[in-house]
């Protein structure tokens, strides 16, 4: 995605895609593969003179890590799970419960005491009660004893207008590129998340210019029936999904640059790699939030802001693909994918049904992931900050609109991130076997 020279940052000549299904996401892997290959000397080094390590400082790391513990069962811990400090098995067994109906688990004591007395102790109906306690209060300036209107203003921003009951319903309408040029100022309270939806704002409309180049003739919408900002689909082929994938690697970098302050201080090298370990996961919430509101009811996934793909279109795909692709093998892989990723991820929002403003929190957290968190000690001290003032907002944001059991809700969206978590990790898996195929190289 980025290589690093001694003085400025370079875009790769080669063209990762950015297409969000499974599919897609097959070319985005493989273009990062492939530029690890063939830089890897280059980025080990950029990656020890950027992070500056030192053995005192590993060592206090080690020391910090040894000291990380489950919130709920109390097992040491090397990351977090669903925003908290929390083990592994911990939430798992939280998504489990959520999915079915918690309301049949029993104590086994009676009491609700079991997780007091004994961290371990294996009573789901305790284990699961705890769970909820860690997440609703996971900001210790959120807490249950916390009157949002008491907070300054510094912490929260209300509206300076006066917003209509349709313009605050922030579920009943759709962010894209149009909504750029909406002069109004937004009903949004949350700061943070706010920045977040200008900048998606200003990713799409860079996304739906840039494509205008890459669309094919016979797409290209003429004088006479021209619509202005409105977006016309067409099938995604072999070489406009990966150009639209370098357009789509500028955009990403263009709305951290525009969102997030540490990003915006990082050296040029850093940056390439912050996203190169983000991209994967941003991307497909995005075109997994795109498919949702425009092909609710198919399997039709974006290879694009403007292109499409299809279990129709798939074989236009493979057609302008490299001469030696088993197109029969991977034709028949890519549909069984599609229907695979479709079923992961686009389903499982459109039960859930995010909200816009919790859309936003879902894009900054996939931006700001755990895998990003493993590169070294500085990006993780950024993610798990920036992650913690995403979750600092959403705590507010459920507070305000008078949700104050909102655990559940809030495990529902954790749940829907870590389902699309899964859905780009099959995706890489899959990509091994496309090269088998000579669809990658």
């Given at each position: 995605l980025?290589?690093?020279?001694?003085?400025?940052?370079?875009?790769?000549?080669?063209?990762?895609?950015?297409?969000?299904?499974?599919?897609?996401?097959?070319?985005?892997?493989?273009?990062?593969?492939?530029?690890?290959?063939?830089?890897?000397?280059?980025?080990?080094?950029?990656?020890?003179?950027?992070?500056?390590?030192?053995?005192?400082?590993?060592?206090?790391?080690?020391?910090?890590?040894?000291?990380?513990?489950?919130?709920?069962?109390?097992?040491?811990?090397?990351?977090?799970?669903?925003g908290?400090?929390?083990?592994?098995?911990?939430?798992?067994?939280?998504?489990?419960?959520?999915?079915?109906?918690?309301?049949y688990?029993?104590?086994?004591?009676?009491?609700?005491?079991?997780?007091?007395?004994?961290?371990?102790?294996?009573?789901?109906?305790?284990?699961?009660?705890?769970?909820?306690?860690?997440?609703?209060?996971a900001?210790?300036?959120?807490g249950?004893?916390?009157?949002t209107?008491?907070?300054?203003?510094?912490?929260?921003?209300?509206?300076?207008?006066?917003?209509?009951?349709?313009?605050?319903?922030?579920?009943?309408?759709?962010?894209?590129?149009?909504?750029?040029?909406?002069?109004?100022?937004?009903?949004?309270?949350?700061?943070?998340?706010?920045?977040?939806?200008?900048?998606?704002?200003?990713?799409?409309?860079?996304?739906?210019?840039g494509?205008?180049?890459?669309?094919?003739?016979?797409?290209?919408?003429?004088?006479?029936?021209?619509?202005?900002?409105?977006?016309?689909?067409?099938?995604?082929?072999?070489k406009?999904v990966?150009?639209?994938?370098?357009?789509?690697?500028?955009?990403?970098?263009?709305?951290?640059?525009?969102?997030?302050?540490?990003?915006?201080?990082?050296?040029?090298?850093?940056k390439?790699?912050?996203?190169?370990?983000?991209?994967?996961?941003?991307?497909?919430?995005?075109?997994?939030?795109?498919?949702?509101?425009?092909?609710?009811?198919?399997?039709?996934?974006?290879?694009?802001?403007?292109?499409?793909?299809?279990?129709?279109?798939?074989?236009?795909?493979?057609?302008?693909?490299?001469?030696?692709?088993h197109?029969?093998?991977?034709l028949?892989?890519?549909?069984?994918?599609?229907?695979r990723?479709?079923?992961?991820?686009?389903?499982?929002?459109?039960?859930?049904?995010?909200?816009?403003?919790?859309?936003?929190?879902?894009?900054?957290?996939?931006?700001?992931?755990n895998?990003?968190?493993?590169?070294?000690?500085?990006?993780?001290?950024?993610?798990?900050?920036?992650r913690?003032?995403?979750?600092?907002?959403?705590?507010?944001?459920?507070?305000?609109?008078?949700?104050?059991?909102?655990?559940?809700?809030?495990?529902?969206?954790?749940?829907?991130?870590?389902?699309?978590?899964?859905?780009?990790?099959?995706?890489?898996?899959?990509?091994?076997?496309?090269?088998?195929?000579?669809?990658?190289t």
């Open positions: 980025a290589t690093a020279s001694r003085d400025s940052l370079h875009l790769s000549p080669l063209s990762p895609s950015l297409s969000f299904s499974a599919l897609s996401c097959f070319l985005l892997v493989s273009s990062l593969v492939s530029v690890a290959q063939q830089r890897s000397t280059r980025l080990v080094t950029a990656i020890d003179l950027f992070t500056n390590r030192t053995m005192a400082g590993d060592f206090l790391f080690l020391e910090y890590e040894k000291k990380r513990r489950c919130l709920i069962c109390g097992v040491p811990i090397t990351e977090c799970h669903l908290i400090d929390s083990c592994r098995a911990c939430s798992v067994f939280y998504k489990r419960t959520v999915l079915l109906n918690p309301n688990i029993k104590c086994k004591q009676g009491n609700g005491q079991c997780i007091t007395v004994e961290p371990t102790s294996n009573c789901r109906k305790c284990r699961f009660i705890k769970f909820c306690e860690v997440l609703a209060r900001n210790d300036n959120v249950d004893s916390v009157d209107e008491e907070m300054e203003d510094s912490e929260l921003i209300t509206s300076t207008s006066n917003c209509s009951s349709s313009e605050a319903d922030a579920s009943s309408s759709f962010i894209d590129h149009t909504s750029f040029f909406n002069s109004e100022p937004s009903c949004s309270d949350p700061p943070y998340l706010d920045r977040i939806k200008r900048g998606f704002n200003l990713l799409c409309l860079i996304r739906k210019t494509e205008i180049s890459t669309m094919p003739d016979e797409f290209l919408p003429k004088l006479a029936d021209f619509e202005g900002t409105n977006l016309r689909f067409y099938p995604g082929t072999y406009t990966l150009a639209n994938g370098k357009i789509a690697a500028a955009a990403v970098c263009d709305f951290a640059n525009a969102t997030f302050d540490d990003f915006r201080e990082l050296s040029e090298m850093a390439g790699l912050v996203i190169l370990h983000s991209m994967m996961l941003f991307c497909h919430v995005e075109a997994t939030y795109r498919a949702a509101h425009h092909f609710p009811n198919c399997e039709t996934v974006f290879g694009g802001y403007t292109t499409i793909l299809t279990q129709n279109t798939v074989e236009l795909f493979l057609e302008s693909s490299p001469v030696g692709v197109r029969e093998d991977a028949r892989h890519a549909k069984k994918n599609m229907s990723g479709a079923k992961i991820s686009k389903e499982t929002f459109l039960r859930v049904k995010p909200t816009q403003m919790e859309v936003f929190a879902l894009l900054g957290l996939a931006f700001w992931n895998e990003l968190a493993s590169v070294n000690d500085h990006f993780m001290e950024m993610v798990e900050r920036n913690a003032a995403i979750m600092k907002e959403v705590h507010a944001m459920y507070k305000k609109q008078g949700k104050p059991d909102y655990a559940m809700r809030l495990g529902d969206v954790l749940c829907l991130l870590a389902n699309m978590e899964k859905n780009v990790t099959l995706a890489s898996e899959d990509f091994e076997m496309y090269k088998l195929m000579n669809l990658f």
